[in-house]
């Protein structure tokens, strides 16, 4: 079992670098499709369509592209992991009350003053469960990585595939679920008190 | 000063504001009424280019506002809505300091006008200053979007039927308010609402939109006295019943009149007349009914002491019946010698008087409820 801690690392940190750069150019990406009127349609398609690319078609079209390694699938985790964070984003902007916009507007703050002050405040809870949503998946794709040479978890799991063992199997399946699963359960509980605590309840 | 120039708007095929001019001075309280869908918000928010007009042009202080930067315009120009939008994620204080600090007021001078401002509005500093919207009643929000639209000193203010949605006492409490802050303030206010009653109350100048044109712009007086459009009338008896139409003589008398017969030495006319503070009376025969008035002046003139009222009488005051119609009264009243009218019941006795005063007090009874003094 102790073999396995630094997998579980790697594996985690492989996610997190990728949420974390989707988290950026997802929320970035949300607020363009709010702004731009016409861009909206547009942004939201691309990331839906690169959601229904087969995992294992699109990390050879980038292994082609990075090569073989952590990059690649961190690469990939980042293309999916887009979806429901600009998703999120979007929705979260474009359900802010229209007196709010008005206001904020009316006082005189700039378009980026209002963004800042106002309108993602409001739709914080909104992008963070887009952002949940994005690493607990990312955590059971990134498994895939071992196909591109890449480290992680996947690694047990395929050579438990290939000596037919359902232990070695399990034993990177195992924490995968779990890091899952608590992350979601932290995750949601933050959600909740974000929630909670936007006053507009 | 705010000035219209011909001010168009349309969407589509609808225009919304046609060819709009008028000209608001500084410190007036203006209000824009009319049916919904007039104009009356797209004419607002043109004032601080929330709405670009798309023909003519407006002046604040003769400069043309579509050359100003209107993020720096918003800035100088108060605002209020009726959905108050209060930023939910800031506390009462961030809230009123909002355009304070768009204009980089260093705290210790934002500080200060938030504390002072919660003060006029009777909300003190400690107990509300930190709270958040959510936790304030509906009265309290919409005191703190005044606030809010008041804290950089705005010479301008603009409310879009900033009380719609309060209960009738919260909203007759705030619009004393903005009143007095109006006028302790100097500011200019352009208040929307589609209560007649609000307009009449709180308005130096009232507009009467519809269509996207003004139909009337006058004092409440004059829209009261002579309403340019059956619509302007229309509206007023909607939200008022009408003032002066179903009022009689007996609606605007006083009753506490002084009365004395006509066999009162002069003398004793006199001291009644001085305890009073009154130069005349109402002299009744002996059956009570009305005889004629004596003046001051006039036992002054004739009367030596110890004669009797009664001889030196006179009938120069106008007299209605109690039912009289209160239009055909008021013009007695105005061309009356002794400046007041004389009130009598079906059997000649004395129901009351009507004077300047009286007359003035029950109009505004009418108009605003009743008063105190
Ligand atoms: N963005 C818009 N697009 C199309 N039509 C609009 C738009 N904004 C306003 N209108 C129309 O313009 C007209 C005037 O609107 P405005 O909001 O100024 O009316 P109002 O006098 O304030 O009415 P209310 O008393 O209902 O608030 C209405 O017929 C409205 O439907
Ligand atoms: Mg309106």
Known sequence: MSNLTPLIIEHLLIVLAAVAISAVIGVSLGILSYWVRPLDKIILWVAEIIQTIPTLALLAMLMILFGLGNITIIAGLVLYALMPIIRNTYIGLEAIPAHLKDAARGMGMSKPQQLIKIEIPFSLPLIFSGIKIALVNSLSIAVMGVLIGAGGLGYPIYRGIQTNSLERILSGAIPVVLMAMILDYLMTKMEKWMVRKSPQN | MIEFENVSKSYGESKVLDRLNFRINPGEFVVLIGPSGCGKTTTLRTINRLIEPDGGKVFINGEDISKVNPVQLRRTIGYVIQQIGLFPNMTVEENIAVVPKLLKYPKEKWQ???????????????????????????????????????????????????????????????????????????????????DMDEALRMADTIVFMSGGKILQMASPEELLQNPADPLISEFMGKHKGAPGASLTAGDFMKTRVLKASRKTQTLQSVELMRKRDVNSMIVVNDDDTYAGTVSLDTIKALGKAGKEIGDMMEDQAPIVNLNEDAHDTFEKLYTSPVGYVVVLNDDKTVAGLITKTSMAKAMGEALWGEMLS
Do not use: W
């Open chain 2, 112 to 194: 200060p006008i938030v504390r002072e401002l919660l003060e006029l509005v009777g909300m003190p500093y400690k107990e509300n200053a930190h709270k958040y919207p959510s936790e304030l009643s509906g009265g309290q929000q919409q005191r703190i979007g005044v606030l809010r639209a008041l804290a950089a000193s705005p010479p301008i203010v603009l409310m879009d039927e900033p009380f719609g949605a309060l209960d009738p006492i919260t909203r007759e409490a705030l619009q004393e308010e903005v009143k007095r802050i109006q006028k302790k303030l100097k500011k200019t206010i352009v208040f929307v609402t589609h």
